[in-house]
């Protein structure tokens, strides 16, 4: 009886050193992971670690650094925070306030039962003040000047001139001459003429016609109307 006492009592031991530990595991669960930068990533500046630190045990997470290839590395800190983060921004890293090289970076989360998880990111080339030297293309080679052999003048060029075209043959203008009168159009031209006589007599007598008419209106007027009292004032005078 006590044989099979023991045996029953070091297996409910077993059983709840089996439950305690699944539940400690359950609460320790969490995640630490870096996302970026990623290993033997070169970094410049200030640099943005992204990844997630958390769990359900959270307590707080810190970020850091150390030289790469120590056996004992120093580790320094760059940011300790006591707030999860899942898939977002963990820390800005300046990497201009360190040397230029090659680093490791860690990732620790914190648990309140003192369990820590923790992921490191190694081959990380910090190039802050190494100047990258540009391939120096090969200049090309400047061509000699060849020296020509002188051959004294050299000849003129002759300009053809274009061949001159004859110069066109003037017409002179050939003035015909008059032909001469025919028969009718001296007749014509006579009796032309006898017309023009006669207008100019007609107008001759008809204004000779006017003359004589304007003196005799006037002798008239003046025999109807001045003689009576010329000859009244002549009689008057020898009274």
Known sequence: M???EVWRLLTLCVL?????????????EGLAIITSPAPAQTLIGVVTVQG????PNFQRYRL?????GSLSPEWFSIVEI???????T?????????????YQLRLRVFLRS?????TVVQGLNVVNRTATALPTLPQPATPQPTALPTLGPSPTSLIQQPPTLPPRPTVAGIVPSPAPPSEGQRAAAQAALVIQALQGAFCNGALFALFAFAVFS????FYVRVRPRLRRWLSDGSE
């Open 2 to 4: 006590r044989g099979a």
């Open 16 to 28: 709840l050193s089996s439950l305690r530990t699944a539940s400690v595991a359950a609460q320790e």
């Open 52 to 55: 997630t630190a958390t769990s």
């Open 64 to 68: 850091e650094y150390a030289v790469q």
């Open 82 to 88: 006591a707030q999860p983060v899942t898939n977002g």
């Open 90 to 102: 963990l820390a800005l890293w300046d990497t201009t306030a360190i040397p230029d090289g090659v």
């Open 114 to 118: 003192g369990a820590v998880l923790q």
């Open 218 to 221: 006037v002798y008239r007027v």
